[in-house]
């Protein structure tokens, strides 16, 4: 019997848009439902009672929350192509102490440039190049952080990308000019396919962010 994959989303997600980049590393077919985050869906609902949140996988009726934990999950069920977490227990739990950092840091940093002004988002610009500074030098001279080929962390990073473009309009600053290395790093995952096609458009993102801006009263 074929496998049962359901994703639901909200497009403009980089929590999302992990777990789409996965699916199509991996190539799985699965079924994408768009939620509604201001109206959330019955099934959404039921299958996150939890949090209430996306990205949520379904996988033949069981749901997985979380998007570091669904990456996760996909690389394990689906392992016979494109592995994403090293086998070495070491060096996995290493991609995984990175992909937190980005969870922790990248996403907090980034939110606070587009929602605030003056010296709190100067601040706030400051904070997210050291972060990506961080990841710079953790990413060396090597051309995806899992190596040779895209792996657990550049998973969980790449999505970002396409919220630079919002971030760099807002806080009117280039990222490319002051971590060149993470936009090189960035353009090289895009030219696999299955990544580029699995991201949201960043003008679109720019867009959503400012008609979330003027919804927070600070556009």
Known sequence: MADEVVLLDFWPSMFGMRAKVALALKGINYEYKEENLRDKSPLLLKMNPIHKKIPVLIHNGKPISESLIIVEYIDEVWNEKSPLLPADPYQKSQAKFWADYVDKKVYDSGRK???????????????????????????????????????????????????????????????????????????????????????????????????????????
């Open 113 to 219: 440039i587009w929602t605030s002004k003056g010296e709190d988002q100067e601040n706030a610009k400051k904070e997210f190049t050291e972060v990506l500074k961080v990841l710079e030098g953790e990413l060396g001279e090597k051309p995806f952080f899992g190596g040779e080929n895209i792996g657990f962390v550049d998973v969980a990073l790449i999505p970002f990308y396409t919220w630079f473009y919002a971030y760099e309009k807002c806080g009117n600053f280039s990222i490319e000019e002051e971590c060149p290395t993470i936009v090189s790093w960035a353009k090289k995952c895009l030219q696999i396919e299955s990544v580029s096609q699995s991201l949201s458009d960043s003008e679109k993102v720019y867009e959503f962010v400012l008609s979330y801006q003027k919804k927070l009263g600070i556009a």
